[in-house]
């Protein structure tokens, strides 16, 4: 099954660069995770959508329901940025179907 | 409050081999998730219990069982362990009721030999 499609699948910036990864969907979802997989293994909640945008500090996260689409923004991007990050995609029930990850390196 | 928890953190078997790995969380959580990990693929649902009392099948359920003890706790047993069940393990939690962000615990990292 490939619900989700998660683009790019690894990334490199410089430290303070403006950093966009995409996610897409095929199906009908009830809400969408982003997800960050820091590189000793721990993963963490970072944004649940089911529309509109969200803001957490330096993150930002999007989704277009009609065109299946999200995006997770990091303005001025840290080294401790650097993870996998990980979206998911909730349809009716209980679960959730996830991307395979894009691996985010920052740059000092 | 120390969120979920999962036990043991490494664990090496031996093909054949039966073994439980523990998870337990403290958020007074509803519903709870097993996934596992594997290179290049995304985490793949193995079990769920919406509920104390409820268990289903996820994605890959097959080689492993579940218990679903009480509120806080949730089990995966691998019966006979194969080398295709090498893997890192996740569980996770979520307040069904209230919306459904997941809360991981650390990961328990098997090796089938």
């Known amino acids: 099954k490939n619900e989700v499609e998660q683009s790019p699948q690894n990334l490199t910036a410089q430290e303070g660069e403006f950093i966009t990864i995409n996610c897409s969907y095929s199906?009908?979802?009830?809400?969408l995770h982003w997800l960050q997989q820091h590189p000793g293994g721990g993963i963490v909640s970072l944004f649940m959508?089911?529309?509109g945008k969200k803001k957490h500090g330096r993150l930002i996260a999007t989704i277009n329901i009609q065109e299946k689409h999200s995006s997770l923004h990091i303005t001025a991007s840290h080294p401790r940025d650097s993870a996998v990050y990980i979206c998911a995609v909730k349809l009716d029930g209980n679960q959730f179907y996830f991307g395979t990850g894009t691996s985010l390196t920052v740059i000092p | 409050n120390a969120g979920v928890t999962q036990t043991p953190k490494f664990q090496v078997l031996k093909t054949g081999q039966s073994m439980t790995l523990q998870c337990a969380q403290d958020m007074n959580h509803n519903s709870m998730y097993w996934y596992r990990q594997d290179p290049g693929m995304g985490l793949r649902l193995i079990y769920y219990?919406?509920?104390?009392?409820?268990?289903d099948k996820g994605e890959v359920p097959n080689g492993y069982n579940v218990s679903r003890l009480n509120k806080r706790e949730f089990s995966l047993r691998l019966e006979s362990a194969a080398p295709s069940q090498t893997s890192v393990y996740f569980c996770?939690?979520?307040?069904?009721?209230?919306?459904?962000?997941?809360?991981f615990g650390p990961g328990t990292r098997l090796t089938v030999t």
């Open positions: 199906v009908g979802i009830s809400a």
């Open positions: 959508l089911s529309s």
């Open positions: 996770a939690s979520s307040r069904l009721a209230i919306n459904y962000e997941q809360y």
């Open positions: 219990s919406a509920s104390e009392g409820t268990t």
